[in-house]
T-cell receptor
Framework: KAGVTQTPRYLIKTRGQQVTLSCSPI?????VSWYQQTPGQGLQFLFE???????NKGNFPGRFSGRQFSNSRSEMNVSTLELGDSALYLC???????????FGQGTRLTVV | GNSVTQMEGPVTLSEEAFLTINCTYT??????LFWYVQYPGEGLQLLLK?????DKGSNKGFEATYRKETTSFHLEKGSVQVSDSAVYFC?????????????FGKGTTLSVSS
């Protein structure tokens, strides 16, 4: 079956703009989580959604937000982009009751 | 809070050498422990996991044993191949936590030459 799909794969944005990233989970998976990966900070947990509700949240400013739709697809939004937001953003999905996360290939965001 | 510490890389080995990547963790209770692998330009793939003390996770020749007494989950492989070259991440999922809020180590880059 299809894996986790993230779109777009690459994005270039200007400081101050906002951006929306999309994630389609594996069919049947209702949990979606998001991570930021940078060379300096490594992989950091942003937030997790389950059945359209945010279940866990990492330590990121309010500029980072997300949502989940009734079909389990998820979006994350970053407003007022800063240069430091340049990163690979990874989405992962998991089956209900499981803590095994399956990752997408990521969206590479570059802020200039 | 919970945290994961991995050995710094890069690790450079010749083909068929023995591999160990050290991982220790800090957590209350019994977290679930994972090793993920990331190939260039790709997302993360789950390599193996263990959910309780003394569990051994294994996959593709890689093994790791959950050691509660030393709070460790070291990754080992008896004979590495060039195709094993990648970045390896140790991670934990907090005990009594619903969902998959993973805490990752910094990653260890493995380079295997023929």
């Amino acid at each position: 079956k299809a894996g986790v799909t993230q779109t777009p794969r690459y994005l270039i944005k200007t400081r101050g703009q906002q951006v929306t990233l999309s994630c389609s989970p594996i069919s049947g998976h209702r949990s979606v989580s998001w991570y930021q990966q940078t060379p300096g900070q490594g992989l950091q947990f942003l937030f997790e959604y389950f059945s359209e509700t945010q279940r866990n949240k990492g330590n990121f400013p309010g500029r980072f937000s997300g949502r989940q739709f009734s079909n389990s697809r998820s979006e994350m939004n970053v407003s007022t982009l800063e240069l430091g937001d340049s990163a690979l953003y990874l989405c992962a999905s998991s089956f209900q009751g499981s803590n095994e996360a399956f990752f997408g290939q990521g969206t590479r965001l570059t802020v200039v | 809070g919970n945290s994961v510490t991995q050995m710094e890389g890069p690790v450079t080995l010749s083909e068929e050498a023995f591999l160990t990547i050290n991982c220790t963790y800090t957590a209350t209770g019994y977290p679930s422990l994972f090793w993920y692998v990331q190939y260039p330009g790709e997302g993360l793939q789950l390599l193996l996991k263990a959910t309780k003390a003394d569990d051994k996770g294994s996959n593709k020749g890689f093994e790791a044993t959950y050691r509660k007494e030393t709070t460790s989950f070291h990754l080992e492989k008896g004979s590495v191949q060039v195709s094993d070259s990648a970045v390896y991440f140790c991670a934990l999922s907090g005990p009594n936590q619903a969902g998959t809020a993973l805490i990752f180590g910094k990653g260890t880059t493995l380079s295997v030459s023929s």
